[in-house]
């Protein structure tokens, strides 16, 4: 089952829930603050980490501004 950062359109609490895409389909998510099913969607950004690839020949920032990512 997948996890769920949600929004309560009725109180603006945020939280994250594991559900069933079915459950989410069929509005059965309620906000553990006011019990609404008016929930939205909340996207958040990912961080993902790998490793550097300095080592094959790859790129790799020194600098440390973007974590590495950024092919420099």
């Known amino acids: 089952m997948p996890f769920y950062d ?3 359109k009725d109180c603006g609490k945020e ?3 594991r559900a069933s895409i079915k459950e989410r389909e069929n ?3 309620e906000c ?3 019990h609404s099913r008016e929930l939205e969607a909340v996207f958040k950004s990912v ?3 790998s490793s550097s ?3 094959s020949g790859g790129y790799s920032c020194s600098s440390g501004c ?3 990512s950024c092919g420099f």
């Open 27 to 29: 509005k059965e998510i």
């Open 53 to 55: 690839r300095s080592d």
């Open 66 to 68: 973007c974590g590495g």
């Open 6 to 8: 949600l929004r309560c």
């Open 32 to 34: 553990p603050s006011c």
């Open 15 to 17: 939280f994250n829930i």
């Open 47 to 49: 961080n993902i980490i």
